[in-house]
């Protein structure tokens, strides 16, 4: 199967295009909330992969959510393509605080010009009745997706990675956003310590069993500011090469449900706290060795998926 960008998966370019009618860039923001397991509710030193940003190592620069969205529209590479964009609220817990600490962020960013929907990272366990109603009645005025850390459905992984919450709360928040009709996208980790290839195929097929619109699959990179450095440097488990990661992506991509949109098929960390795996630094070969591969071996998205 070939999507209409020409992929054998459905893209996030794709998608974007579809539903805004032109190219949509995401701007990062820091909107300078923290996490419960990081102030001291569930812990204090975050997942085990986090780094100290808390995932924003590449929020645009501003102290206000208007001055960041400002600085993202500005950078060179947008310029020319006018596009529109994605206010995108990435480090940390983004619905981990009041409700109207929370709704005056989200309608400073829905008012800049261009702006034409939000992506809300969060965890499920922070998406109380009052936050649910609060992104239901954003949602009337402009796009609202909610991005939600699973990270995997290994017991163990769980545990280890410090992810503080179990499956049925996972669960239980997608099915309220998708009662409110409200966006929802995954994250996936791919090369937890002591994963199999199995395992993760099986966080794809449990997935695809709930109303999710969105994958994000992250490749697991070891940032020297997060605690997951320390385990790495005792000799604790070895990351991905690219081989194994191309390999497990395109397995992914084969079991995942053809209509859920891919919105990433690797990430990058900050180059300067990067400490494994290095080869992850060229982006560009990464998706060019993905993209050669599922040519080769004739996959597409769903060529495996079984109802």
């Known amino acids: 199967m070939i999507y209409s960008d020409g992929k054998p998966y459905y893209s996030l370019n794709n998608a974007y295009r579809q539903k805004f009618g032109r190219k949509a860039v995401k701007i990062s923001l820091d909107a300078g909330f923290t996490c419960p397991n990081r102030d001291g509710t569930l812990g204090t030193r975050g997942c085990i992969f986090c780094s100290q940003k808390g995932s924003g190592d590449f929020t645009a ?3 206000s959510i208007i001055e960041q969205i400002a600085y993202g529209k500005n950078q060179k590479k947008w310029q020319g393509q006018f596009p529109c964009y994605i206010a995108y609220f990435q480090a940390f817990t983004n619905t981990y605080a009041p409700v109207t600490v929370l709704k005056k962020c989200y309608e400073q960013a829905i008012c800049c010009d261009d702006v034409v929907g939000i992506s ?4 499920p366990d922070c998406l109380g009745e009052d936050v649910l109603n609060l992104l239901s009645e954003i949602n009337e005025k402009i796009d609202v997706c909610v991005e939600l ?5 290994k017991q163990s992984s769980i545990e280890l990675i410090r992810r503080g919450y179990q499956n049925d709360v996972f669960e239980k ?7 409110r009709n409200i966006e929802i996208v995954v ?3 791919l090369g937890l310590p002591y ?6 195929i099986d966080t794809i097929k449990y997935i695809n069993h709930f109303p999710v619109n969105g994958v994000k699959l992250q490749l697991l990179y070891v940032l020297s500011d997060s605690d997951l450095a320390q385990y790495y440097k005792q ?6 090469c690219l081989e194994s990661y191309v390999d497990i992506v395109c397995d992914c991509i084969e079991y995942m449900r053809p209509d859920i949109v891919i919105h990433r098929l690797t990430g990058d960390g900050d180059a300067e706290n990067l400490i494994a795996p290095l080869w992850s630094k060229n982006k560009r070969l990464v998706l060019n060795t993905i993209h050669k591969t599922l040519k080769q071996r004739n996959a597409f998205q769903g060529k495996k998926y079984i109802k």
């Open 61 to 63: 620069k501003g102290s």
């Open 120 to 123: 809300i990272a969060t965890r």
């Open 149 to 153: 850390g699973l990270q995997t459905i």
């Open 173 to 179: 928040a997608v099915l309220e956003l998708s009662k």
């Open 187 to 189: 994250h996936i980790i």
């Open 195 to 200: 994963e199999s290839k199995k395992d993760m």
């Open 235 to 240: 000799g604790n488990f070895e990351t991905l």
